[in-house]
Nanobody, 117 residues
């Protein structure tokens, strides 16, 4: 059974930092691209950052220079370091794993991030 479990969310003030973690089980982690998405109230889910199986990264324009995605294949974990947080970063953050060749994709349950001004 595949599980993606996010942790690290919370409530912080404008300008502070948080680090999200997503621990995966039930998949060959190193073969999967991992991503972080977020969904704010009343908005569609959007891609925040992605890291491929070869550790190539890409980011949404809104978070470039502030967020960093990384992975530790030995721990089956992907991280999202979020610095200089803004109120507009408030959302539920979801972990995603995807293997295009195998045609498989999985989601975590989400973790709430709230940034107050």
């Amino acid at each position: 059974q595949v599980q993606l479990v996010e942790s690290g969310g919370g409530s912080v003030q404008d300008g502070r930092s948080l680090r999200l973690s997503c621990s995966a089980s039930g998949i060959i982690f190193s073969l999967y691209a991992m991503g972080w998405y977020r969904q704010a109230p009343g908005k569609q889910r959007e891609l925040v950052a992605i890291i491929t199986s070869r550790s190539t990264t890409s980011y949404a324009d809104s978070v470039k220079g502030r967020f960093t995605i990384s992975r530790d294949n030995a721990k089956n974990t992907v991280y999202l370091q979020m610095n200089s947080l803004k109120p507009e970063d408030t959302a539920v953050y979801y972990c995603n794993s995807r293997n295009v060749i195998r045609g498989t994709e999985y989601w975590g349950q989400g973790t709430q991030v709230t940034v107050s001004s």
